[in-house]
């Protein structure tokens, strides 16, 4: 029923409202600004140089030489999409959804979630701590992406806390008895201690989760076969098991219609955000499709071994200069041989210990003497790499 969910949307009416708009600190504000709360939030995230990076990593298939393959930066617009359709029919905060949309994936390692994997291990074995991009997500967004005010200062985001539960909330499985949202405010640093611990503190944050998994289901299959991973013959089992749900021809149109309208059709105040339960198990076929024929595909898996160097290798090489106090100077002796990689790193790092400048008005998250916040330093930095300039500065590490 459309509206059906509008005396849960996050607005001033909602009794979770003071958390939900609750930022880490006050954000500085500019006479006339005409901006909604989560507007602000959206214009934000558009604006940082994270969101910038999207569209150079990797969302299933690294590197395609075709223009028309889906990039990570693709997928988080279409999640915007997908969830405003939902969100604008169910009566929820659409302004809240794009928000959450956009910056959902900012925490996304370079290539995809095998980068992901590969940074995960070194992380266990360095720091003790697994890496996920949902967590990540929060700690960019949190920490180590800035923007300058109106005096030139760089600051944290400062995003409200229904965006930062959205992005660190997002992932996870939708239950057959759809996604309620949780009723209370939690710490997010210290209770997400992996992922999907929790649903979305918010119904926008749950339409979000939703959408990821609709956004990306069918496109993948579309990107599949534009590049030769099977022919689209191969869709016909499941084609002909489906039909009675998804009708006589399946594509991503198709995929996208039902999933959408069968969420506005189910959801509600008792199910929470849902499907049906027959196209519930279609989606399900599907999953499990793309997992067999994808995610798993010999050809998609051969470059792993290629991911896997990259991100070692750069690891290897700026985890060697830590020295405890002496650090910088010990990147200096190295930079020598590997200057712009060096001075990248270096400069970046800085901004974000005691020894920035004044014009750096966002948290101090690293203390270099530290050897575990060096490495920590060093992983941050790699999980915002793009698989291009990842790979070139492995290859400048090569070079001669």
Known sequence: MQGILKDFAANENNPKWEEITKRRTVLYNQDGDMRTTFVRDYTRIINSSAYRRLRNKTQVFFSPQSDHICTRIEHVNHVESISYTIAKYLGL??????????AHDLGHAPF???????????????????????????????????????????????LTYAVRDGIVAHCGEVSDDGIIPRDEAVDLES???????????????????????????GRDINDAIDLGIFPREKIDAIQEELSEVLGEKMNNTVLLNRFVTDVCQNSSPERGIALSPAVKRAMDVVNKFNLENIYRCKRVEYSDNFFKLVINQIYELLSEAWKGEDTFEELNKIAVYYPKIIERFSSWLIGYTRFHGEEYKNDVIFDIEKEKDYKKAIITYISGMTDKFAIET???IISF
């Open 394 to 396: 492995y290859n400048d």
């Open 112 to 158: 995809g979630h095998k980068g992901e994997k590969f940074l995960s291990e070194i992380s266990q074995r360095e720091l003790g701590e697994a890496f996920w991009h949902e967590r990540n997500g929060l700690w960019v967004v949190d920490k180590t992406e800035l923007l300058e005010d109106y005096e030139k200062c760089r600051r944290n985001l400062d």
């Open 191 to 217: 209770s997400f201690t992996a992922p999907s611990v929790l649903q979305p503190f918010t119904y926008e944050g749950c339409v979000v989760k939703i959408a990821d998994r609709i956004s990306y289901i």
């Open 93 to 102: 905060n659409t302004e809240l959804t794009r928000a959450i949309s956009v």
